[in-house]
């Protein structure tokens, strides 16, 4: 996606595919900077046209097998491979069950065409604010798992978008897969996107619940995101909803800490009142859902 | 086929193969116009490098049918108007072509949902969509849903082989 392709062709570089994980790790690690990862190349790919990246070398991870695996990770936790392409992901019946508002927000990522190219990893790592995808994954407490020569290392999604377009890898990392935690049991998740004619989000948000009506065994999490820089996890809400008090004065706390949380941007999309009022329509839609209805 | 490693799949096709039926709209995976099919499936060509189809087979809306002759997804799209000036013609109909071999029976809503990302400025989506169901609805009365066409041997007007 792009705001205006003045170019009609691609910089000038020379296209690598490597056969073995090992092998893209150690041209990373030569090339830092100067080498772009390329998946489904949907966002590289534009970004190039437009001269806003213009790497010496292309790494395409589509001929690495272990990175195109979606399957259950730990006591029904899920990990999905960086090459995975949204299609094979919407194709994983896990993602609906478990994962409900990844599912949602997946779903209206790409076109069913894109969907084939595109992956998951590839919009996380756009790490732009009208990127959909940070927001539901911090409320199942995903990490990035991030691999360079030197080994591996978990990022926690929330940590993971530094600003923008700045990822917490580093020039000779790169993310190879998204764990995600198993979901509570009995949790219902959603997924809420703002827009106005256009695709890009202007607030997005995503709650999870989890026995709504048992506040000792109650798991509430709120996350949003195309607000500013960064998507925000907000933590307190989890610590509210652990107290005693009515659904309603909780909702209220909650939504409160969620406003007290918001430094809302203003740019092309929307001005920052704008997006701190709609934050709080959609913080009360996605409690309201889960936890009244 | 030669290409530099920066070249689209788009490019390749268009200026090496000089396949012109696929069209470049905005270049950037939103309008659809230049959708070939990449080993049986559906890909916007200006967001895949030329180098990606290497040995892979890669077929155009004049693949669909023998030469001189019209695929019947064709057929029905001329009987039922499906077009104004013909320009995003050839990449519908190679999307309606793959969608039918994985949903022979759909609905108008599941058309639609498929077809999201593929833009007619024209606006002869309705008579797209009711091709679509006249095709299914023939397909349903067949014994056999008919296999994809045989590829041509002959030198590539039809179909653009990079190696």
Redesign the interface.
Same mark, same amino acid.
């Given at each position: 996606?792009?705001f205006g392709?003045p170019y009609?062709?691609?910089? &000038?570089?020379?296209?690598l595919r490597p056969t073995s994980l090992q092998d893209a790790l150690q041209l990373l690690d030569e090339h830092k900077d100067d080498a772009k990862i390329m998946a @489904? @190349? #949907?966002g590289l790919?534009?970004f190039m046209?437009e001269r806003l990246v213009s790497p010496s070398y #292309?790494v &395409?991870i589509k001929g690495i097998s272990e990175l195109g695996k979606i399957q259950d990770d730990g006591a029904k936790g899920a990990v999905i491979g960086a090459a995975a392409s949204l299609s094979q992901l919407l194709d994983w019946p896990p993602l609906k069950e478990r994962y409900k508002a990844l599912h949602d927000c997946v779903w209206e990522l790409? &076109?069913? #065409?894109?969907r084939?190219?595109s992956t998951l990893l590839g919009d996380l790592c756009e790490a732009l604010p009208f990127v959909d995808s940070p927001t539901p994954l911090m409320i199942f407490d995903a990490e990035v798992e991030a691999a360079s020569v030197k080994g591996r290392r978990q990022i926690p999604v929330s940590d993971f978008i530094k600003g923008l377009a700045e990822t917490a890898l580093e020039p000779n990392e790169m993310a190879v897969a998204v764990h995600l935690k198993p979901p509570p049991e009995n949790s219902n998740s959603l997924f809420l996107k703002h827009t106005s004619n256009s695709e890009f989000s202007i607030v997005n948000a995503a709650a999870l619940c989890a026995n709504p009506s048992r506040p000792e065994a109650r798991v509430v999490r709120f996350a949003y995101g195309a607000l500013a820089a960064t998507p925000t996890l907000v933590r307190e809400v989890e610590g509210i909803f652990q107290s005693k008090g009515s659904i309603s004065q909780l909702m209220d706390e909650a939504v409160a800490a969620i406003k007290r949380s918001a430094e809302p941007m203003t740019d092309v999309l929307a001005k920052a009142e704008y997006r701190a009022h709609m934050l709080e329509i959609l913080a009360v839609r996605a409690l309201t859902k889960l936890l009244k209805e | 086929m030669e290409a530099k490693d920066n070249t689209l799949l788009l490019d390749l096709i268009r200026d090496k193969a000089e396949v012109k039926s696929v069209k470049a709209g905005c270049w950037r995976g939103e309008c659809g116009l230049c959708t070939v099919l990449l080993d049986g499936k559906p890909v916007k060509s200006c967001l895949v490098l030329g180098v990606e189809a290497n040995g892979r087979d890669v077929k155009t809306a004049e693949g669909l049918a023998p030469e001189g002759q019209l695929a019947r997804i064709q057929q029905l799209f001329v009987e039922k108007g499906a077009m104004q000036c013909g320009f995003c013609t050839p990449s519908f109909v190679l999307t309606a072509y793959y969608f039918l071999q994985i949903n022979p029976n759909p609905t108008e809503r599941e058309i639609r949902e498929f077809l999201s990302g593929h833009i007619c400025r024209c606006g002869t989506y309705k008579q797209m969509i009711e091709a679509i169901l006249e095709y299914a609805k023939e397909l349903k009365q067949e014994e056999e849903i008919p296999l994809p066409l045989p590829p041509r041997k002959k030198k590539q007007k039809n179909q653009a082989r990079s190696d």
């Open positions: 996606m792009s392709s009609l062709t691609l910089p &000038d570089f020379q296209y @489904g @190349g #949907v790919l534009a046209k #292309v &395409d790409s &076109d069913p #065409v894109l084939n190219r | -």
